[in-house]
């Protein structure tokens, strides 16, 4: 599922409610960079869970947070 952060609000969203929210503006089936700059919206790419450090420990999904190329990606978190 792609998911897309909103530049004015900070909210990751998926495709589906990007497209609920803009229900009078036709989307084409692919989304490019001139789709998100017309949407305001910037594509969250998917990173791999990494594995615990411990056998007691989980990871889990932690938001978005942008890396050293200003891609916004899934950010991860030990608990």
Do not use: C, F
């Amino acid at each position: 599922m792609s998911e897309y952060r909103v530049r004015s609000t900070g909210e990751v969203k998926s495709q589906g409610q990007i497209r609920s929210d803009h229900p009078n503006v036709s989307l084409p089936k692919v989304w490019n960079s001139n789709v998100n700059e017309t949407l305001g919206i910037d594509p969250v790419l998917i990173t791999p869970q990494p594995s615990p450090s411990g056998a007691h420990k989980v990871v889990v999904r932690n938001g978005v947070e942008q890396d050293s190329n200003n891609n916004w990606v899934q950010a991860w978190t030990e608990q």
